[in-house]
């Protein structure tokens, strides 16, 4: 979840549909919510790394609601650190299952995360009990946070960007997402912080903006940080990642996002175009 009524992880098409199962109580109007998760691909290697856990919106008439509208109806209720909490939860407890199924691959879960959880006295705590009811190790997770969220934090309390150390010493990995050009003068910060890794912003790769992306490739390469390429909607996409030498690949030609009992079948290579 992020606090800017966009979901900057993933891709940029609406979701609708009926398939998709409750995995949780949390609700938000007459529907429910939903965690479904989208794979995806390091590749150096063409190997699955891993799901992002999404939220999703079950509507009364059994459809799901595009993620535009789950934030509305979320943002309407005050709900987003419950759901946050309740997605990270969902997470986790698919993780768990996807390692008792596929015990010799080491896979990561991403899990997006709101303002009202990130800028929490108690984020460090609620995450490391999280881990703990799953039995899960810290370098199972990723902590996805926005660029905007980002920016907050340096008005917010100093402490702020102490508590995200504290959960990379338990070996969380740090996430700025939905990153574009006009977040490159956040690159001096995200390497002092550290953030571990740069999640592009969907449109961006969606689009083949390639001026845009060769910016970005330079200037976050040069400092030594990978990038994941969300939003790769197609094989031209996917060789325009390749190309410009991009670490990670996530979006709707590598992979949609189901429930979990589909996520659980994902391939673990990397489809050919």
């Known amino acids: 979840m992020t606090d800017s009524g966009s979901h900057t992880g993933e891709d940029t098409r609406d979701m609708t549909g009926t398939t998709g199962q409750t995995q949780g109580h949390t609700h938000a109007g007459e529907g429910g919510l939903l965690t479904h998760f989208q794979p995806f691909y390091n590749l150096r290697n063409d190997a699955l790394q891993g799901f992002e856990a999404l939220v999703r919106l079950r509507r009364p008439d059994g ?9 509305a109806a979320v943002e309407a209720t005050g709900e987003m650190r419950t759901v946050d909490l309740h997605t990270l939860d969902d997470a986790l407890a698919f993780q768990a299952r996807f390692r008792e199924t596929h015990p010799e691959h080491h896979s990561i879960v ?3 995360v709101s303002w009202d959880v990130v800028a929490g006295p108690t984020l460090v705590t609620e995450v490391n009990a999280v881990l703990r009811r799953h039995r899960i190790t810290g370098d199972r997770l990723l902590v996805d946070l926005t660029a905007d969220i980002f920016r907050r934090l340096f008005d ?18 740090l996430c700025l997402d939905g990153f574009t ?26 689009g083949e903006q390639r001026a845009a992306l060769t910016e970005i490739a330079s200037a976050v390469q040069g400092i030594g ?23 990670w690949a996530q979006g709707f030609h590598l992979g949609a996002p189901v429930d979990a009992e589909a996520a659980l079948a994902a391939p673990l290579a990397l489809p050919e175009n």
């Open 156 to 173: 917010a309390d100093a402490k702020a960007f102490a508590r995200l150390t504290q959960l990379q010493e338990n070996e969380v990995t």
């Open 63 to 71: 459809g799901i609601d595009a993620p535009r509208r789950v934030f």
């Open 181 to 206: 050009p006009a977040d490159l003068d956040l690159l001096p910060a995200a390497a002092d912080v550290p953030v571990d890794i740069i999640k592009l912003h969907p449109k961006l790769v969606a």
């Open 225 to 247: 940080l990978p990038v994941v390429a969300a939003g790769v909607e197609s094989a031209d996409a996917l060789d325009l990642v390749r190309e410009l030498d991009f670490e």
């Open 110 to 112: 991403s899990v997006n």
